[in-house]
């Protein structure tokens, strides 16, 4: 079961980015955890002063640096007063994912939290243009957070399609938040059933196919969660038929759940750098938090 000792917060001061610091630091203070709050001055910005400014830009760089690291020193206070332990500070200077990305690697941290979109931007692509591109390159887990925290999470849900991602991803819904009920979700397809229709196979027999399927879902799901359930009833099982990634929307939002935890492939991925169509459709249309449990 994984842990949460170190937490890594980006932050670029957007609301939504305040969001993922409230977060951070309040499963920094649940688990007993060292956050860190980061911001990333990106490189060209020191580029451009120098062309604009010339001889001038030496001392605006020097004042830029000194601002930023004392508004998140002052943002980290605040976080401190609200939830027991301010986080540590570090302004770093560079092109931004890849800074996170190395800032991660090089505290060992187990866990980075950002917001869904920063400062300026609209929903680039699936997310905003730095969340993505983390998630991309990122091997350790990631939080992206949608909204204002309510307080900690009270119902997740995890999408499994029964592959190793499937279980770590498992894994780190009960390690974040292990008082919150789980769903673990199976959405499944029968393989060719668009061609069986066009094939003219009546709809009984393609019904039989399904219902094969969702037994052979429901015994393989059985299987995957057995032992996770400590008697309280905290670990639901759910299989559906239909597209993954529209049957987990639908089910988080029915479900009231704050959280979603899946993996960043699934079955047959091998591309570190690449992330499943399905995790990046729920991860641009879901209304809550998502957690992209990475490739380690």
């Not at 570190?272 to 879901?286: I, K, M, P």
Request: proline share 4%; with cysteine.
């Amino acid at each position: 079961m994984p842990r949460l000792e170190r937490i890594l917060i980006t932050t670029d001061f957007s609301e939504p980015a305040g969001w993922a610091a409230e977060r951070g630091a309040m499963l920094a203070a649940a688990h007993g955890a060292r956050a860190t709050l980061l911001h990333v001055i990106a490189g060209d910005v020191y580029d451009r002063l120098q062309r604009l400014m010339g001889s001038e830009a030496e001392a605006l760089q020097e004042g830029l640096a000194r601002g930023t690291r004392e508004a998140l020193e002052s943002e980290a206070e605040e976080l401190g007063q609200r939830h027991g332990q301010p986080p540590e500070v570090a302004v770093l200077t560079g092109a931004v994912t890849h800074a996170i990305r190395d800032y991660m690697e090089r505290i060992d941290a187990d866990l980075g939290v950002l917001g869904a979109s920063g400062r300026g931007l609209t929903r680039q692509l699936w997310l905003g243009s730095t969340a993505e591109r983390v998630l991309r390159r990122c091997r350790r887990p990631v939080l992206v957070t949608k909204g204002p925290p309510a307080g900690a999470y009270r119902r997740i849900l995890v999408p499994v399609d029964f592959s190793r991602a499937s279980r770590v991803a498992l894994n780190w819904a009960c390690a974040v938040a292990p008082e919150a009920e789980v769903v673990v979700l199976h959405a499944f397809e029968v393989p060719f059933e668009g061609k069986l229709q066009y094939a003219g196979v009546d709809e009984d027999t393609i019904n039989r196919y399904r219902m094969q399927a969702r037994d052979e879902a429901t015994t393989e799901l059985g299987q995957l969660v057995a032992g996770l359930d400590d008697g309280r009833g905290k670990v639901r099982r759910s299989v559906h038929h239909g597209y993954p990634a529209r049957v987990i929307l639908e089910q988080a939002n029915a479900m009231g759940c704050d959280l979603v935890v899946m993996g960043k492939h699934g079955r047959g991925a091998v591309e570190d750098a690449l992330v499943g169509s399905v995790t990046r459709h729920v991860l641009s249309q879901a209304g809550c938090d998502v957690l992209v449990a990475g490739s380690q």
